[in-house]
């Protein structure tokens, strides 16, 4: 049975979810697609994994670079979802990558000639594990802050906050560069 347990953050607050040991969820309030894997009979109750997040959050926050692998997670999805998020595990702390990027990488894993970054830009916002699987590393190809299901002032601020060279980057809405 899936557990749940919420604790805050600088974004504000964090739901985590958890099974059989692992981490199979962290969103952030108010998150696109927030909790879209739990089942509905997920009940709140604290477990060792949640205490070792919540220590694994706040050295993130503190300004210190953890280890993904620090922690067992298990996120829900499709073959390829969980492709995309393993590729996303590889993304160096303070670095970018593009969806196109992305989704050529994705191709040659799966041995295919291409892949649409359409759809890894799909399983890009159905990440389950904000922050920690970091999707908010992936900007658009013309450097655009598009698809964080967390928001795009977010996505900024934990890009700030890794050290990410903003220069080229840009928001979408108002297209500045920032």
């Not at 964090?14 to 879209?36: R, S």
């Amino acid at each position: 049975m899936i557990r749940l347990a919420c604790c805050d953050s600088p974004l504000g607050r964090l739901t985590l979810a958890g099974e059989d040991g692992a981490l199979t969820g962290l969103w952030l309030e108010g998150q696109k697609y927030f909790g879209a894997t739990l089942p509905g009979d997920a009940v709140e109750e604290d477990l060792p994994v949640f205490r070792e997040a919540r220590r694994w959050l706040d050295r993130y926050f503190a300004g210190e670079r953890p280890a993904i692998g620090e922690l067992p997670l298990a996120p829900a999805g499709s073959s390829f979802r969980r492709l995309v998020w393993e590729l996303l595990r590889e993304i160096p702390y303070g670095e970018v990558i593009t969806y196109g990027a992305l989704a050529r990488e994705a191709a040659r894993r799966m041995g295919r000639e291409s892949m649409s970054a359409q759809a890894v830009g799909g399983a890009v916002a159905h990440n389950p594990i904000s922050i920690i699987i970091p999707c908010h590393r992936v900007v658009g190809a013309d450097g655009s802050l598009t698809g964080y299901a967390g928001g795009v002032r977010r996505k900024l601020w934990l890009l700030r906050h890794e050290g990410a060279e903003l220069s080229g980057l840009t928001v979408p809405t108002r297209g500045t560069a920032l």
